[in-house]
């Protein structure tokens, strides 16, 4: 996946900014809130079509979601509650920026573009939450293509290069759905597993 490939390229960076960010007293939750802010600005920029001004937002949100784990981690601040935090936002900033496109296209009147965003929305809500619900039942369950990281860059890059706005979006939401079933899927054969196996070892 895209972040376990990124991340480590760029993990001093991060960390750099956390040591600045932890001197000034900046708290991780501090940060999470900031990278909130930061895509509804973006959402209501792309809301009224200044998309470029909403990519600037956006890459500070995205900045802010990067640092705030080193941060956290640095500043010994880590804990399954910021981590739960962390989670929660991520998903009102996902709405706050598919949203905005979604009314991007309402205003230039485009129902089925309209609809496609939408459906990333609802999709990528899909994504999370199967991985936050299986892994009450199983250890670790971040198949898939599609994670956030990976719909981010994909929208992203459509915003910077507006022809390819429609069919990355079209993209991202299929393949959030596929992402979807991959997890249902590896959900479903981790937790035969172990019966399965108790019934060879019966025979």
């Keep these: 996946m895209l972040r376990e490939k990124l991340y480590p390229k760029v993990v001093s960076i991060l960390n750099s900014w956390a040591d600045a960010l932890n001197r000034k007293g900046v708290t991780p ?6 990278g909130v802010a930061l895509s509804f600005l973006a959402g209501f920029c792309f809301s009224n079509s200044a ?4 990519a ?12 705030d784990g080193p941060l956290a981690r ?5 804990s ?9 936002m991520d998903r009102f900033a996902d709405g706050f920026l598919f949203g905005g496109i979604a009314l991007h296209f309402f205003n230039q009147d485009e129902p089925f573009w309209i609809a496609v965003s939408i459906g ?22 971040s198949v898939g293509v599609f994670t956030r990281e990976t719909r981010w860059a994909a929208v992203g890059i459509g915003i910077l290069l507006p022809f390819l ?8 939401f299929v393949g959030s759905v596929w992402t ?4 249902i899927m590896y959900t479903k054969n981790t937790l035969e597993r172990p019966a399965s196996a108790e019934a060879d070892a019966a025979l």
Excluded: W
């Design 80 to 88: 399954k509650f910021g981590a739960f935090f962390d989670s929660t």
């Design 51 to 54: 998309l470029l001004v909403g």
């Design 74 to 78: 640095l500043s010994g601040k880590e």
């Design 56 to 67: 600037l937002f956006m890459a500070l949100g995205g900045v802010c979601d990067a640092v």
């Design 120 to 141: 990333l929305i609802i999709a990528s809500f899909g994504v999370s939450y199967a991985k936050a619900r299986a892994e009450n039942f199983i250890e670790k369950c």
């Design 29 to 34: 939750n501090q940060l999470t809130i900031a």
């Design 180 to 183: 979807v079933y991959q997890r």
């Design 165 to 172: 706005l429609k069919p990355l979006l079209l993209i991202s």
